[in-house]
């Protein structure tokens, strides 16, 4: 049973679905939460003053500057939430509602694209002089060391006004020309599949902007993993070990 999402957005994603030029497919709804599921989701937001800033020249093609929080990803963490205990618990049921068959499958046929775990999900905010340059992510860039590659990306929006400024971007091939952007930042949902044309970004926040957003992502695997708040998991996913592996055949050039 869906008890956070609202089902009607979901449904609504399949009729505004978008075929880009290039083949991948890239959507936007507004009120992905049911509306007092939201109230209850922006008043209990992490402390974005605890998020810690990552500023890097050169990430996937572009220069990026934003602030992370809290983050889960499949391919370290292997299905286990625990390192995220501290979050009200609102947001773990919505993570492990993100991580359900039910939703996912409804997500899959929605956009068209085909997954069945959750990749990441992870909290991230953005005030005056952030912004993320035209990139393609890791999970299509070649040679990423990582373990687990998302098939589709997905942006939610917790401002708690509607509008906004700064709002992810589609670009073309020029990384210049907007094919599509986000203009509403409250509880609202965008995704795009992975593809080695979905550059993508969002312009300089103005001073007394900003955006705060969780960043969710779905893979396809072999097997689904599936997700928990288990302490032996956070220790023995045997994914967590490959992950440790290929990061130090990287560091170590081996």
């Given at each position: ?13 399949e ?11 890239y959507?936007f ?6 509306e007092d ?10 402390d974005v ?11 996937g093609?572009g ?13 370290e ?12 618990q ?11 068959e ?5 997500l899959?046929?929605?956009t068209g694209?085909n ?29 990423d060391p990582?373990?687990i590659?998302?098939?589709?990306a997905?942006?939610?929006?917790f401002?708690?006004?509607s509008?906004?400024?700064?709002g ?13 952007q986000?203009?509403?930042?409250r ?16 312009p ?8 705060r957003l969780?960043s969710?992502s ?5 097997r689904p993993i ?7 998991s ?21």
């Open positions: 049973m869906i008890n956070y999402y609202n089902l009607d957005a979901i449904a609504e994603l009729n505004t679905r978008i075929i880009s030029p290039y083949g991948f497919k959507g709804v507004r009120s992905i939460f049911k599921v939201y109230k209850d989701l922006i008043k209990s937001f992490p003053t605890k998020f810690k800033l990552t500023d890097k020249s050169d990430s093609g220069r990026k500057r934003f602030y992370v929080g809290l983050n889960y990803y499949s391919g963490k292997w299905g286990s939430i625990y390192h995220m205990k501290e979050l009200p609102i947001w773990k049921d919505v993570i492990k509602e993100s991580s359900s039910e939703l996912m499958n409804l899959s046929d929605a694209v997954f069945n775990s959750l990749c990441n999900f992870g909290f991230t905010y953005g005030n005056g002089g952030c912004m993320q340059e035209p990139h393609i992510d890791g999970a299509i860039r070649p040679n990582s373990p590659h998302a098939s589709v997905c942006l939610m929006y401002n708690e006004k509008g906004g400024v700064a992810t971007a589609i670009y073309d091939l020029d990384r210049e020309t907007i094919l599509f986000v203009t509403d930042l509880n609202s949902f965008f995704y795009f599949e992975q593809h080695p044309d979905s550059w993508h970004g969002f300089t926040v103005p001073e007394g902007h900003d955006r969780v969710l779905y893979s396809q695997e072999r599936p997700v928990s708040e288990s302490l032996f956070h220790f023995f996913a045997p994914y967590r070990i490959k992950y440790f592996i290929r990061r130090a055949k990287r560091k170590f050039n081996l």
